[in-house]
């Protein structure tokens, strides 16, 4: 089926009786970069979001709280620390993969997260810096001491309950080096990996699991494959080491949950559901919904995301396919499908910031789908973050009744 203009989708979207959007964050309302603490938020957005209470939810692999956190990016768009748990401006959804969830007053919880878990990501951090003291050297042998420690500390993001290493600062020390970036790929998959063996060294065996970002889908063991950096896409920048369940699936099912609980007062998934509870494959998922919800109470769904990807198998028999917003999008497409409502799914550009991601310049999306891919992207945004915000600002305007400012 053809794709939708944005402004053909706006008015699809105008009139809808019941709709719940899902969306990213990073490269979706904001510019990816490399140093994640130097993202910032448009205040109209923020204030757009607030206008579709109810109506919109965020369901991305970041996190709300901490020095890191989203919340922090909403706080200072709006010029006031207060403002935001005052009048109800933070980000409303679900964070870290979907265990950390939060109302629009910034009130968050953890559910089915055990405390021995939270101690442990605790510690993680200082434990990612000294593993990655230990292996940088023989991979960038031209720093050393203060300087070498000092490129550690800033590739790892001290969340609390996904903590990651980002490689983009790191690559900028070996710009155009494919094969170094590959080593490194490589490094970060081994450490990580180390990480693991140690959690269930403390009892935590099955407690976590590592999200690539980008990935290339499930390898056999149903480990998400690394993206291997190539001339003009560097792949893989982070991994995140996550809590067991923190898939944006699962998330989708809660954040569904939620919202049929406000419009009809009962949540047909249980109040306790959450992502450590909830099945784990898209067919499970999928199968839950059809047993536990009808068909006439599911709303219109809009999924929006940036990262889904899309590569040849080196055999030349397929295709590898992943993204982290790929299942959940899929997923909801397949809710769609099932319900007999038309839900949309919606791809933002994110090669416009620091980091190098394919692009839909030419409109191939090429690295992104092929043309055997059972995900339907309805609407492109390709001019990236900007474009999209100013189609979000225009459709809340029209849901809310507010002029766009």
Not at 200 to 216: I, K, M
Not at 323 to 341: E, I, K, P
Request: net charge negative; aromatic share 4%; glycine share 10%.
């Amino acid at each position: 089926m053809p794709r939708l203009t944005p402004d053909q989708f706006l008015q699809e979207l105008t009139g809808a009786e019941d709709l719940l959007i899902v969306q990213d964050l990073d490269g979706v309302c904001m510019q990816l970069v490399k140093d994640p603490l130097t993202r910032c938020m448009d205040p109209a957005y923020v204030e757009a979001v607030a206008a579709l209470d109810g109506q919109f939810a965020v369901l991305t692999n970041g996190e709300h709280e901490g020095r890191r956190g989203v919340n922090r990016l909403v706080e200072q768009a709006l010029a006031d620390p207060d403002l935001p748990k005052r009048e109800g401006r933070y980000l409303p959804g679900l964070a870290a993969g979907g265990v950390q969830l939060q109302d629009r007053f910034g009130d968050l919880s953890h559910p089915g997260v055990s405390q021995e878990e939270m101690t442990f990501l605790a510690q993680a951090p200082s434990r990612m810096e000294a593993l990655l003291m230990e292996r940088l050297p023989a991979l960038l042998p031209q720093l050393h001491g203060d300087d070498l420690a000092q490129v550690a500390k800033a590739a790892v993001l001290d969340t609390q309950v996904s903590p990651t290493i980002n490689l983009n600062g790191i690559f900028a020390f070996v710009p155009g080096d494919v094969t170094c970036q590959q080593a490194l790929q490589t490094m970060l998959s081994e450490l990580m990996h180390q990480l693991l063996s140690e959690a269930a060294d403390q009892g935590l065996e099955g407690s976590f699991f590592l999200h690539v970002a980008p990935n290339l889908g499930r390898d056999a063991q149903g480990d998400e494959r690394i993206k291997p950096a190539a001339f003009g896409d560097v792949g893989t920048t982070d991994i995140q080491f996550m809590l067991t369940g923190s898939i944006k699936e699962a998330g989708l099912l809660v954040l569904l949950n939620q919202h049929i609980k406000r419009r009809w007062g009962e949540s047909p998934l249980g109040d306790a559901f959450n992502v450590r509870t909830a099945p784990h494959s898209p067919d499970a998922l999928l199968a839950l919904v059809k047993e536990r919800i009808p068909a006439e109470r599911m709303p219109l769904l809009v999924g929006v995301g940036d990262t889904v990807t899309s590569t040849a198998s080196a055999d030349g028999t397929g295709w590898l396919r992943g993204g982290s917003d790929r299942g959940f999008l899929n997923l909801l497409q397949d809710l769609g499908a099932w319900c007999g409502q038309p839900n949309r799914v919606v791809l933002v550009d994110s090669s416009h910031g620091e980091v190098d991601r394919p692009s839909h310049a030419d409109g191939s999306l090429q690295g992104i789908t092929d043309p055997e891919d059972s995900l339907r992207i309805d609407v492109l945004m390709p001019d990236g973050p900007d474009q999209y915000i100013a189609w979000f600002r225009q459709l809340s305007a029209r849901r809310s009744g507010d002029p766009v400012r």
